[in-house]
């Protein structure tokens, strides 16, 4: 089967630092995406790790080992807009992509 | 134009109704997805289209029906639904296969 599992709540507050992680167990792994969903919203593409390592792309960096089955979203200098869902998803050979159950961030003051 | 257009927004119907959701992307992207999300859920992938051939059926069951008339258009005909089909549908494009994926607004679909 194919699964990933991501911590269901974060909280943190205006300009700290969160990591959100992600462990999938999928066949044919190609890579590991990161999207955001605001309530009521579309899915909107964060990050791509294809390679291990860390990809980086204004405030939110990814990273991913693969021989750990392993990745984790990072954001910076957190913004009140910043609360969503997150979920990761494992992009596999065959064209088959999974979603991760999804990552509900709340940003306090 | 960047964005992945859906029809329509809100969509009631009934077990034996008769309806299409269409999506619509001019970016020249050459992969298509639906996908199906349910409340508080993570998407489902239910259909891949690439290069206007469907590649990917995730099992889903015959009374959702894909068509891809061209590489800019795609639809989802829906025929004798089941409540618990009650969803958001959202579409997808990608320029390529295991590209950054673009997401329409989605249908939020009701079936009573």
């Known amino acids: 089967g194919q699964s990933l599992e991501q911590p269901s709540e974060v909280t943190a507050v205006e300009g700290a630092i969160v990591q959100i992680n992600c462990t999938y167990q999928t066949s044919g792994f190609y890579g590991l995406s990161w999207y955001q969903q605001h309530d009521g919203g579309a899915p909107t593409f964060l990050s791509y790790?294809?390679?291990?390592g860390l990809e980086e792309t204004g405030r939110f960096s990814s990273f991913l080992s693969r021989s750990d089955s392993y990745g984790y979203l990072l954001l910076q200098e957190l913004q009140m807009k910043d609360s969503a869902s997150y979920f990761c998803?494992?992009?596999?050979?065959?064209?088959?992509?999974?979603f991760g159950p999804g990552t509900r961030l709340s940003v306090l003051p | 134009d960047t964005e992945v257009t859906q029809t329509p927004k809100h969509l009631v119907m009934g077990m034996t109704n008769k309806k299409s959701l269409k999506c619509e992307q001019h970016m020249g992207h050459r992969a298509m997805y639906w996908y199906k999300q349910k409340a508080k859920k993570p998407p489902e992938l239910m259909f891949v289209y690439s290069y206007e051939k469907l590649s990917i059926n995730e099992s889903v069951p015959s009374r959702f029906s894909p068509e891809c008339p061209n590489s800019s258009l795609l639809n989802l005909h829906l025929h004798a639904l089941q409540p618990e089909d009650s969803a958001l549908y959202l579409c997808?494009?990608?320029?390529?296969?295991?590209?950054?994926?673009?997401f329409g607004p989605g249908t939020r679909l009701t079936v009573l």
């Open positions: 998803a494992a992009y596999n050979y065959g064209q088959n992509f999974v």
């Open positions: 997808a494009s990608s320029q390529d296969i295991y590209n950054e994926q673009f």
């Open positions: 790790n294809a390679l291990d």
